[in-house]
Nanobody, 125 residues
């Protein structure tokens, strides 16, 4: 069973950068589409970015396009989210998720089968 584990969250000033990491010990990780989602207090969980199992296709929410980059290293069973030019509205708990979807990366939470526990990202103004 795939169990993603996130790390790398923290407190950063507006305009700063953070890199989130999601790792799993599962060897079949390389066959999963991986996604990042976030949830701010009082709001629903929302899609941030996703990457196909092969790494050759990515998909971003409009709110982070041009600022965030998702990537993966299948040899290390790890996916990353590089976040630049952070804004206070990026403050949320960030979740890593794995989907058995073999097609294009999806933004729907219903398509993801396994979820991590989340890591807090706080951006000060």
């Amino acid at each position: 069973q795939v169990q993603p584990v996130e790390s790398g969250g923290g407190l950063v000033q507006g305009g700063g950068s953070l890199r989130l990491t999601c790792a799993t010990a599962e060897r079949t990780f390389r066959t999963y589409t991986m996604g990042w989602f976030r949830q701010a207090p009082g709001k629903e969980r929302e899609f941030v970015a996703a990457i196909r199992w092969s790494g050759d296709s990515t998909y971003y929410a409009d709110s982070v396009k041009g600022r965030f980059t998702i990537s993966r290293d299948n040899a290390k069973n790890t996916v990353y989210l590089q976040m630049n030019s952070l804004k206070p509205e990026d403050t949320a708990v960030y979740y890593c998720a794995a989907s058995r979807t073999m097609g294009e990366p999806t933004s729907s939470t219903h398509e993801y089968d396994y979820w991590g526990q989340g890591t807090q990202v706080t951006v000060s103004s």
